[in-house]
C-alpha cells in the first residue's frame, strides 16, 4: 500500500535538499549574515567533497537561486588538484553539466599556469 506523501519516510519537504542535505544549514547562515561560515561551508564542499558529489552542491545552490554560491563551488573545485578537477568535471559531463564542467576546467587551467 502506498504511503501518502505527508507520512513516508522519503519525502523531504524541500525537494532542493535532495541534491545536497546542507543546504538548510548554508541558507540559516546567509540569512543570518553569516557570509564567512556560508563561505567556508562551500569552500569546504568544493575542497573535500569526492569528486561525483560537487556537482550535488551546485544543483543545490542554483535550485535554491544561489547562482553565485554555485560558482563559488565551481570555482574552487577547480582549484583541487589535476585529478580531482579531471574527476569533478567528469562528473558534470556525465550529468550533462556541460557549462559547469567548462567553468571547472577553465579555472584548473588558470590556476595551474601562475
Known sequence: MPVPP?????????????Y??????????????????????????????PARDVPDVVLACRSAGLNDEAETVLTH??????????????AFHDRRLYTDAGIVLATATREHKT
Not at 6 to 18: A, L, M
Open 6 to 18: 505527508r507520512q513516508g519516510d522519503r519525502h523531504p519537504e524541500n525537494p532542493v535538499d535532495e
Open 20 to 49: 545536497w542535505s546542507e543546504l538548510g544549514t548554508l541558507t540559516g547562515y546567509l540569512a543570518k549574515g553569516n557570509n564567512r561560515d556560508a563561505f567556508v561551508m562551500l569552500w569546504s564542499a568544493a575542497t573535500t567533497l
Open 77 to 90: 573545485a577547480g582549484r583541487r588538484d589535476t585529478q580531482a578537477v579531471l574527476s569533478i568535471a567528469s
